[in-house]
């Protein structure tokens, strides 16, 4: 059965949560390389799991200074987490022994885990405090949109003291490991999506979130057309993500044979049809993954202290 037409709100939805990830990919510790800041996101979540599976516990290891303790938390083994992530045993038990190396990550024969002393730092701080600040400014896109008009949240049955900041890092984390897994599938593997993200997002940069009828004239549904895209040169690319110029340009004549892109006089874009494919394929889990993320974050007072902040930054204006 082929996927039910997108509507505008959900194209737009994706649009938003694209330039989500992607900021939370941008905010990423720098000292990491793209695979190890995966690794090491994947690894947290599984550490964390066990300890963080109701809402009393996200409540409580919620605030700032609160990340769940070492004794509290769980490893997880190598083959784990290779699986999860559709890698190769080897090339995570190497970058693994990398990182431990560095320090980052505690390794035994009882698996991987990331020590409580990496979360009491003033770095871990500050990304916990922009990921919060990014799923607020995410939900109050999809506000305007209108995308919680037909998808109320939950009135919190918790009114915490302190914002739960962790608590929402561990939800968004939760999203964009699920839904980039998703995305993935699509484009082959983790780097490609990386490229694929950055590629989509400049095409298309500054047209807004809104898919009215002057930006969605083309056949297939609420997409841009193909004659209103940027074309983003391989240097360009490769500044925006971080990833060698000769490994984009590789990578993106790949892509472009599978015609997941395209080049055009200036550069590559993704094609319309391609991304009406990608977008009508990705909805329902967006959608499903979206209201999990936004409905978690309204039930342990994420969104009461958006709101109390929201106001108090208006009366202030």
């Known amino acids: 059965m082929p996927p039910a037409p997108l509507t505008p709100v959900e194209s737009a939805a994706l649009n938003i949560t694209r330039a989500a990830l992607l900021a939370m990919w941008q905010g990423r510790d720098k000292s990491l390389d793209p695979m190890d800041a995966l690794l090491v996101a994947t690894i ?165 979130d809104a898919r009215n009828q002057e930006t969605a004239s083309y056949e297939g549904g609420p997409v841009i057309p193909d004659a209103l895209k940027i074309p983003i040169s391989v240097a360009a690319l490769a500044r925006e993500t971080g990833v060698p110029f000769e490994t984009t340009r590789r990578r993106l004549s790949r892509l472009a044979d599978q015609d997941i892109c395209r080049q055009v006089e200036g550069g590559y874009i993704m094609p319309a049809q391609t991304l009406l494919s990608f977008a009508e394929t990705l909805a329902p889990t967006n959608e499903m993954n979206l209201i999990r993320l936004y409905r978690s974050c309204a039930l342990v007072g994420a969104i009461e202290g958006w709101m109390a902040r929201n106001e108090m930054s208006t009366k202030a204006s």
């Open 44 to 208: 947290i979540q599984a550490n964390v799991d066990p300890v963080t599976a109701g809402l009393d516990a996200q409540v409580a290891f919620g605030p700032l200074d609160r990340p769940p303790p070492d004794a509290a938390r769980r490893r997880v083994s190598i083959s784990r987490v290779a699986d999860s992530l559709d890698l190769r045993f080897e090339t995570v038990r190497r970058r693994v022994n990398r990182l431990k190396a560095q320090g980052v990550i505690v390794a035994d024969s009882a698996g991987v885990i990331i020590p409580e002393s990496y979360f009491h730092t003033p770095a871990n701080a500050a990304a916990v405090v922009a990921v919060d600040a990014l799923a607020e400014h995410t939900y109050w896109r999809l506000v305007d949109l209108g995308y919680f008009d037909d998808r109320p949240l939950p009135p919190p049955p918790y009114h915490p003291p302190e914002h739960p900041y962790r608590a929402v890092v561990r939800f968004f984390t939760s999203y964009a490991l699920r839904v980039g897994g998703e995305m993935r599938l699509l484009c082959g593997d983790y780097m490609n999506l990386l490229l694929v993200l950055h590629l989509s997002h400049l095409n298309t940069a500054g047209l807004g």
